[in-house]
């Protein structure tokens, strides 16, 4: 098995945890390399060695390539690099996993020549007034207006991102299978507006009314600077992310040891 490595923290590289299990996979006749910029010819599988920051600087390396990816968790919270180093290569060698398709979004810019190298987020696409000034967001959902949104900016997620920003900002929690997209207003000026899910074969076109000249556009953890007469679509990808799964993994065990959703003391066991 030919796997790529990850990693976004040169100090991971000698991590003792990363280094055992390095260790064990090649004892078993695995080929590892660490992957930069591109993926050698034959690679089948990815490890993201770090936390969820890292393991979206991953999901762009693959974006279309079929190469599913595999969080080793070096991290913090970790719902994408989920697993620690010593949990992964018993399963992974026994082929003991599934592959979960995650959805990714896609976004154009006009004018095209503002267009990112990299158009793809796992988590959210999110836009950001650039100055002081509040910032005007209208967004249309196939080619229906809604009311603009007076805010700091506004976020579309997929599934998975509802657990990272857009929760950060109001959004719902939905498991990371769901087919939606969810628009949320961030630090809105409407006492009226909420977010709001669409499913993910809708087209979003998103423009700006602003006081400053420029407005940042943030693709999960890179940024760029839009012209305040720019507007950008979003759209959910048409291949998806091929993330690896492991038996014992369980998304609301996760929101509640890492996020301690529904602690309350009625809860405890008696």
């Given at each position: 098995?030919?796997?790529a490595?990850f990693?976004?923290?040169?100090?991971?590289?000698?991590d003792?945890?990363f280094?055992?299990?390095?260790?064990?996979?090649e004892?078993?006749?695995?080929?590892?390399?660490?992957a930069?910029?591109?993926?050698?010819?034959?690679?089948?599988?990815?490890?993201?060695?770090?936390?969820?920051?890292?393991?979206?600087?991953?999901?762009?390396?693959?974006?279309?390539t079929?190469v599913?990816v595999?969080?080793?968790?070096?991290?913090?919270?970790?719902?994408?690099?989920e697993y620690?180093?010593?949990?992964?290569?018993?399963p992974?060698?026994?082929?003991?996993?599934?592959?979960?398709?995650?959805?990714?979004?896609?976004?154009?810019?006009?004018?095209?020549?503002?267009q990112?190298?990299?158009p793809?987020?796992?988590?959210e696409?999110?836009?950001h007034?650039?100055?002081?000034a509040m910032?005007?967001?209208?967004?249309?959902?196939?080619g229906?207006?809604?009311?603009?949104y007076?805010?700091d900016g506004l976020?579309?997620?997929t599934?998975?991102?509802?657990?990272?920003?857009?929760?950060?900002v109001?959004?719902?929690?939905?498991?990371?299978?769901?087919?939606?997209?969810?628009?949320?207003p961030?630090?809105?000026?409407?006492l009226?507006l909420?977010?709001?899910?669409?499913?993910?074969?809708?087209?979003?076109?998103?423009?700006?009314?602003?006081?400053?000249?420029?407005?940042?556009?943030?693709?999960?953890?890179?940024?760029?600077?839009l012209?305040?007469?720019?507007?950008?679509?979003?759209s959910?990808?048409?291949?998806?992310?091929?993330?690896v799964?492991?038996?014992?993994?369980n998304?609301i065990?996760?929101?509640?040891?890492?996020?301690?959703?529904?602690?309350d003391?009625r809860?405890?066991?008696?």
């Amino acid at each position: 098995m030919r796997l790529a490595v990850f990693f976004k923290q040169a100090r991971l590289r000698r991590d003792k945890a990363f280094l055992s299990l390095k260790a064990e996979l090649e004892a078993a006749g695995c080929e590892l390399y660490e992957a930069a910029d591109a993926l050698l010819p034959g690679t089948d599988m990815l490890l993201s060695v770090g936390g969820d920051g890292t393991f979206l600087s991953a999901a762009t390396l693959v974006a279309g390539t079929d190469v599913p990816v595999l969080g080793v968790n070096l991290g913090r919270l970790g719902f994408l690099s989920e697993y620690s180093p010593g949990d992964i290569a018993a399963p992974l060698l026994r082929g003991e996993y599934t592959l979960e398709d995650r959805d990714l979004l896609e976004v154009r810019t006009d004018p095209d020549g503002l267009q990112p190298a990299k158009p793809f987020a796992l988590n959210e696409i999110s836009v950001h007034r650039s100055g002081a000034a509040m910032l005007g967001v209208d967004v249309s959902v196939d080619g229906e207006p809604l009311p603009t949104y007076w805010a700091d900016g506004l976020l579309v997620a997929t599934g998975s991102g509802s657990t990272a920003y857009s929760l950060s900002v109001g959004g719902p929690i939905c498991l990371p299978g769901a087919k939606v997209m969810i628009l949320a207003p961030i630090a809105p000026h409407n006492l009226n507006l909420r977010p709001l899910i669409v499913p993910s074969d809708a087209r979003i076109r998103i423009s700006f009314r602003s006081r400053d000249r420029k407005v940042s556009c943030t693709l999960d953890n890179r940024n760029l600077l839009l012209d305040k007469d720019a507007a950008i679509e979003v759209s959910v990808a048409r291949f998806s992310l091929k993330r690896v799964r492991f038996p014992k993994s369980n998304f609301i065990g996760a929101l509640q040891e890492k996020l301690f959703w529904g602690e309350d003391v009625r809860n405890e066991a008696d």
